[in-house]
């Protein structure tokens, strides 16, 4: 009987994944149609498939790699299904069902529960409805602050309507790490937010919208207990908000260091605007994909560190993607804590357990083994150099949608294989994440096996 209840148990989390899985292809399948339409488009003329779909994947995937530009290819109802598909992908479909039955008061399901715990990475299937709660109200509230504080900007430009609106939808990619802008018919088509490199008002904004949306809705909510409750924070949030600011601060001196007198990027800057260009570099690969500088015009040395700092991603939990800022830092701590001899990996007087160790070993190699496939792929097929491959793969993977210029030259085969790997960023490593931590879960009651030695380096 209990092997029965196990076998049960592990077919019922296979579905609940696959649910997530395919939730994810019919929000995407529904964009694409939608976007195909002549309503969608700006001229009012069909859309190729091709275009459309691309375009659903990268919305809903919430990467932000196009192959039309945002702004001038599509209508006004092309671009509300676009932000619609980013703000379901960035807090989850089923984050926004149980929201939706709590408003109107039906009883959340065990299985929705399981749902939202699974897109979460948690644990604990506890007190889901009003983490479900607090994400909403606080998703609300700050994409309504940001796009308030972007309209003081953006309403001198545009106008009144077209400034709310324009400030709206960057709150919601912004903060969605989306990274989708209405900017080519102002600056210019894919020009992303470079026009803006010099105000401070649009690029903190955006930055702390990005960085906001990317620290975690589990961070979110330990620091609303911190705050209201007086609760101590979780070992994985300061955990969080530390390897964050290592990258932040790390990743803006790096691009300051490497860019200050590139002419093409940061080079005709004044003092001010290379130092908010360089923080801005740095936030939005993790994993925004607006840019404020030229991509293509970077040193090499700054393409090798974008992409580092894309594979590496946000928080789990979060809007953002890659292998998440917990999982790399477990993983260098405890070779760090091996390297020194220590049996133990000890963090904030607790201890890093072996499972975890396992998990993150395993998102980072499969992760890399998909951007490396890809970019070997992507190079072959387009005739494209082997690093601007590797951005765009990297960019793809991690879901972040900054690019070189190479997205809209790609041949076909390379433009499904880039949403192959946005729907395997998205999904996948969440899938695989959830599947290796209920595996270990459920053989640590197995049957033990005697070691074997193994040399090791």
């Known amino acids: 009987m209990k092997i029965k209840d196990k076998l049960k148990a592990r077919n019922s989390k296979r579905r609940t994944t696959g649910i997530i899985a395919i939730g994810f292809l019919l929000i995407i399948l529904i964009g694409t149609l939608l976007l195909m339409l002549p309503i969608s488009s700006a001229d009012r003329t069909f859309t190729h498939p091709l275009d459309a779909s691309f375009t659903a994947v990268s919305a809903t995937c919430v990467t932000g790699l196009i192959t039309v530009d945002t702004a001038t290819h599509w209508s006004m109802f092309g671009q509300i299904v676009i932000i619609t598909m ?46 479900i709660k607090r994400i909403g109200i606080g998703t609300i509230c700050i994409e309504a602050a940001g796009a308030l504080i972007l309209s003081t900007r953006f309403i001198p430009i545009f106008g009144v309507g077209d400034g709310i609106y324009k400030s709206i939808f960057h709150a919601i990619s912004a903060f969605c790490n989306a990274g989708f802008d209405l900017m080519g018919s102002y600056s210019g088509q894919f020009s992303s937010v470079t026009a803006f490199v010099n105000d401070p008002v649009v690029n903190i904004t955006i930055m702390l919208l990005i960085s906001i949306g990317g620290i975690g809705f589990i961070v979110w909510n330990d620091i609303a207990n911190a705050i209201t409750r007086r609760k101590r924070l979780s070992v994985y949030s300061k955990f969080v908000l530390l390897v964050s600011a290592i990258l932040t601060f790390g990743g803006a001196l790096l691009f300051a260091l490497f860019e200050w007198n590139n002419p093409e990027t940061l080079g005709s800057l004044p003092f001010g605007s290379k130092i908010l260009a360089s923080f801005f570099q740095s936030v939005t690969l993790r994993t925004a994909g607006f840019n404020s500088i030229s991509q293509a015009g970077m040193t090499q040395n700054s393409q090798l560190l974008s992409i580092l700092l894309m594979f590496i991603g946000g928080a789990s939990g979060s809007t953002a993607g890659g ?59 387009s005739d494209s150099g082997i690093l601007a491959a590797a951005y765009e793969v990297a960019s793809a993977s ?60």
């Not at 190699?365 to 097929?381: E, H, K, N, W």
């Not at 946005?422 to 005697?450: C, D, F, H, K, Q």
């Open 86 to 131: 980013i703000q379901i992908g960035g807090l989850g479909f089923m984050s926004l069902a149980v929201l939706l039955s709590l408003i109107i008061k039906r009883a959340v399901t065990p299985r929705e529960r399981m749902l939202v715990a699974m897109s979460y990475n948690l644990d604990s299937y506890d007190n889901i409805s009003g983490l």
């Open 323 to 381: 292998v998440k800022v917990a999982t790399v830092g477990v993983l260098i701590y405890t070779v760090w804590c091996a390297a020194l001899g220590k049996k133990e990996t000890v963090l904030f007087r607790r201890k890093i357990s072996n499972d975890s160790f396992i998990r993150a070993v395993t998102v980072v190699v499969v992760q890399l083994a998909i951007v490396l496939i890809g970019t070997v792929a992507v190079s072959t097929l």
């Open 398 to 457: 991690a879901t972040v949608g900054i690019t070189l210029g190479i997205t809209t030259t790609l041949d076909v085969a390379s433009k499904l294989i880039l949403m192959t790997i946005m729907y395997l960023g998205r999904v996948g490593i969440l899938t695989v994440t959830y599947a290796v931590m209920v595996n270990l879960r459920e053989s640590s009651s197995a049957i033990s096996y005697p070691e074997a030695n193994m040399l090791i380096g």
